[in-house]
């Protein structure tokens, strides 16, 4: 990266904090003084110095996106960063990040690149994945082209699918319509009708929750939103092409990962599937196998449902949402029953949205303001 001129630009991600009621949400944190600048020793060694602040003194998750087009999109990656940069920094003045532009982009030149920070102090965030935007070779299914470029903005996605755990907090927070007695023998039901209480069963806490329909799914993200004091469908169910380049994408790949563990080969010490385990496992139990992005398990363990209703998609190469209507909704991912085909990154399954079955389980996605 030659004698690049390295121009900033600033994004304070305001987020409401800490997953709890919008009456005692805390103070959302303050990106400033951000300023960049390659190091003239010959390195390819970018500096970056920002200052952050939250009222509260909550430690912050930080991500860093880079643009090389003046800011219309931030592709470019940024896989080795290091300093105050992740989870857990502490707020305060003259934060640092260094990254080798020389390691993640050999040969990079250029005069109009920007640098962004997002930072955010919401405990939850760091059981969620950034993806930052940018473009990525989406596996098409229009029945035209094998693959197709497809622009997406930045979004979060959940690390782990949701678990029994997670629904129980749904359910106690006067959502006891969403159990059904399938969940049984994973979720307990206690009390009297119109006083119920929810609780996972011993050793199930951590396993995806299931027997859930797609309108469950959503009602779990409409209920998140408004527990953390956001703004409605904050959190909502991923789009396919959200679900897909979390699960698939590489940066600089010209495809899509085979499986959502970036690789195009499995056995069962790397996933799920194939009756490996005979049944679910905890979310992330397999530690070493995850997607480019940090998700876990979305290859194998259970179907998650998507928001797209089933057709012809891409419906745009940016930000696409799928056909306008449908019969069906989306289902990705396969379970650990599954043949290595049915867990493949870009197989596509789909059912009614009404529909109960003991493998359909499902993770959120957040939209950025």
């Given at each position: 990266?030659?004698?690049?001129?390295?121009?900033?630009?600033?994004?304070?991600?305001?987020?409401?904090?800490?997953g709890v009621s919008?009456?005692?949400?805390?103070?959302?944190?303050?990106?400033?003084?951000?300023?960049?600048?390659?190091?003239?020793?010959?390195?390819?060694?970018?500096?970056?110095?920002?200052?952050?602040?939250?009222?509260?003194?909550?430690a912050c998750v930080v991500f860093c996106t880079i643009s090389n087009d003046g800011g219309q999109t931030w592709a470019l990656v940024t896989r080795h960063?290091?300093?105050?940069?992740?989870?857990?920094?502490?707020?305060?003045?003259?934060?640092?990040?260094?990254?080798?532009?020389?390691?993640?982009?050999?040969?990079?030149?250029?005069?109009?690149?920007?640098?962004?920070?997002?930072?955010?102090?919401?405990?939850?965030?760091?059981?969620?994945?950034f993806v930052p935007a940018g473009t990525f070779s989406c596996s098409t299914w229009d029945g035209v082209a094998d693959w197709m470029q497809v622009y997406?903005?930045?979004?979060?996605?959940?690390?782990?699918?949701?678990?029994?755990?997670?629904?129980?907090?749904f359910l106690n927070a006067g959502n006891g319509d969403r159990w059904?007695?399938?969940?049984?023998?994973?979720?307990?039901?206690?009390?009297?009708?119109?006083?119920?209480?929810?609780?996972?069963?011993?050793?199930?806490?951590?396993?995806?929750v299931r027997w859930v329909t797609w309108y469950d799914a959503v009602a779990l993200c409409d209920w998140r939103s408004d527990s953390e004091g956001l703004p409605a469908g904050s959190y909502h169910l991923p789009t396919e092409a959200q679900w897909e380049k979390a699960a698939g994408w590489t940066p600089g790949r010209t495809s899509l990962w085979t499986y959502a563990i970036q690789s195009d080969s499995i056995s069962c010490d790397k996933v799920n599937y194939n009756n490996c385990k005979g049944t679910t496992t905890d979310v992330g139990y397999y530690t070493n196998s995850k997607s480019y992005y940090g998700c876990y398990d979305m290859s194998g363990n259970v179907w998650e449902w998507c928001a797209d209703w089933y057709g012809?998609?891409?419906?745009?190469?940016?930000?696409?949402?799928?056909?306008?209507?449908?019969?069906?909704?989306?289902?990705?991912?396969?379970?650990?029953?599954?043949?290595?085909?049915?867990?493949?990154?870009?197989?596509?399954y789909y059912d009614t949205p009404s529909y109960v079955r003991y493998d359909y389980g499902f993770r959120c996605a957040r939209t950025l303001e």
């Open positions: 990266m030659k004698a690049c001129a390295i121009t900033v630009a600033v994004l304070s991600c305001v987020i409401l904090g800490n919008a009456e005692t949400n805390n103070n959302a944190p303050e990106v400033s003084n951000v300023t960049a600048s390659q190091r003239a020793d010959g390195s390819n060694v970018v500096d970056i110095y920002y200052d952050l602040q939250d009222a509260d003194g909550d960063v290091s300093g105050d940069v992740g989870e857990g920094v502490a707020p305060g003045g003259g934060k640092h990040i260094v990254w080798n532009v020389g390691t993640d982009a050999p040969g990079l030149t250029g005069g109009n690149f920007r640098a962004r920070i997002v930072a955010d102090d919401r405990n939850p965030m760091a059981e969620m994945c997406l903005s930045d979004y979060w996605i959940d690390k782990y699918e949701v678990t029994n755990e997670f629904y129980c907090m059904r007695t399938d969940m049984s023998s994973e979720i307990e039901r206690e009390g009297v009708p119109g006083a119920y209480t929810y609780h996972p069963v011993a050793g199930y806490e951590r396993r995806p012809w998609y891409p419906s745009s190469t940016s930000d696409p949402t799928g056909p306008a209507s449908g019969t069906y909704r989306v289902l990705r991912g396969g379970l650990w029953g599954s043949s290595a085909t049915y867990v493949e990154v870009g197989y596509r």
